[in-house]
């Protein structure tokens, strides 16, 4: 899915915005860093997960997370200040917290991506500096 795609899908999506934030490949479509992304990945707060249940038939993974549908999964978890980052009108995982993420994984695909995150970093730690 490509930038316009993606958001299409988010708005559809029934669940209060504030109760989701959008995660790794996603997150970087969104920011212009990454082309397209083959899935929404969301991690949502306990309240927007039963928002999710009430509005899908959610199927739980063995890793523990739920199938939405063909093309968003989701995971439970504690909405934190360091977690989310707001960009334009979506909470996204925060790049810092991203970039933990992708330093500890062994897949390939991460590993790929840890260039164009420590470039972003350095361009928004530049651009913070002197506003």
Known sequence: MNKKELIELINSLKIDKEEFWILSSSALV????YQDAKDLDIAV??????????NYNL????NGW???NDKVECV?????????EKYNNYN?????????YLK???????????????NYIKLK???????
């Open 30 to 33: 969104l920011r212009g860093l």
């Open 45 to 54: 707060t306990k309240k927007g997960l039963e928002q999710l249940k009430n």
């Open 59 to 62: 199927k739980i993974k063995e």
């Open 66 to 68: 739920y199938i939405v």
């Open 76 to 84: 439970l978890d504690t909405k934190e200040k360091d977690k989310i």
């Open 92 to 100: 996204l995982e925060s790049i810092e917290k991203y970039y933990s």
């Open 104 to 118: 500890n994984s062994n897949r390939k695909k991460d590993k790929e991506r840890i260039p164009l995150v420590e």
């Open 125 to 131: 730690m530049e651009n913070n500096c002197c506003d």
